[in-house]
């Protein structure tokens, strides 16, 4: 038996099933900033939302699937488990930088459109 | 031998999983309180960020757990097992205390930032108000 499919098969389902289930919540929960981005003009912001959502499933699961080619060759079982928890917490982590940059961009915008809409008004 | 590894990393992934969820679950519990007075009791968006913070502290301390999960000792005896283990759980334990004050921190610093917006602006169009009243009359 080769372990290392066997590594690719458990590594695919847990992230791309934690990729999804990210995805679903941040697009859920980042709704209203990207309602309130758009002021108010909610259609403009769902659209927005879905592209945005698309690409992210785009990049991550591209990452993914891209990290078969970058396998150790795997002998036994604790380093099936040791090589498939090094690669899925990487790609958590990079997850979790990301997602710290958007709370952080989402800041700075949410910042500079109420002074600008405070300035206008 | 391997059989011991592999004991290892499963009793490492519960204790690591459960006080993940427990310390998150604890932290964020409270938190909305912080996100309620941060947003001047907008409900719906309070909670959208309570939730975002959630996730981006489950991802960063998941991703780590599993990223330090790899056992590198070739020869490994029941002791040596328990020693390892004690060390990967417990400096992922002051981790997660670390991790814990940042949230607080950021917390802390969007409450003032928002208590300072809340003051701020207000100071000068009164003055300025003023200053136009004055010079009216």
Redesign the interface.
């Known amino acids: 038996m080769n372990y290392n499919i066997f590594c690719y098969i458990i590594y695919s389902i847990i992230t791309i099933y934690i990729i999804i289930w990210?995805g679903k919540?941040?697009h859920r929960?980042?709704?209203?900033?990207i309602v309130?981005l758009f002021n108010d003009n909610s259609s403009l912001a769902d659209t927005t939302n879905n592209i945005i959502l698309v690409a992210y499933y785009l990049f991550n699961i591209g990452y993914a699937v891209i990290q078969f080619s970058f396998w150790e060759q795997v002998t036994?079982?604790?380093q099936l488990?040791?090589?498939v928890?090094?690669k899925?917490?990487?790609?958590?982590?990079i997850?979790?930088a990301t997602?710290?940059c958007n709370?952080f961009i989402i800041y700075t915008l949410s910042k500079k459109s109420?002074f600008i809409t405070?300035k206008t008004s | 031998m391997?059989n011991l590894?592999?004991t290892a990393?499963l009793v490492y992934?519960p204790i690591v999983m459960l006080l993940t969820y427990y310390v998150a679950h604890q932290l964020f519990k409270n938190s909305i309180v912080y996100m309620k007075d941060i947003f001047n009791g907008r409900e719906?968006?309070a909670?959208?960020t309570n939730?975002?913070?959630k996730?981006?502290f489950y991802?960063?301390n998941?991703?780590?757990?599993?990223?330090?999960?790899?056992?590198t000792a070739e020869k490994i005896n029941t002791q040596g097992a328990i020693e390892i283990l004690s060390m990967k759980v417990g400096g992922f334990s002051i981790y997660l205390g670390v991790m814990l004050f940042l949230n607080m921190y950021l917390f802390f610093r969007g409450k003032r930032v928002a208590r300072e917006?809340d003051w701020w602006?207000r100071f000068p169009i009164k003055l300025s108000s003023f200053v136009i009243i004055l010079i009216w009359s």
Do not use: D, Q
């Not at chain 1, 929960?29 to 900033?33: A, K, L, S």
């Open positions: 990210v919540l941040f929960n980042g709704r209203v900033f309130k036994n079982a604790g488990i040791s090589s928890s090094n899925t917490g990487i790609l958590i982590l997850l979790a997602h710290y709370i109420t405070s | 391997k590894i592999v990393y992934l719906e968006i909670k959208a939730t975002l913070f996730i981006g991802l960063m998941l991703g780590f757990a599993l990223y330090i999960l790899k056992i917006k602006p």
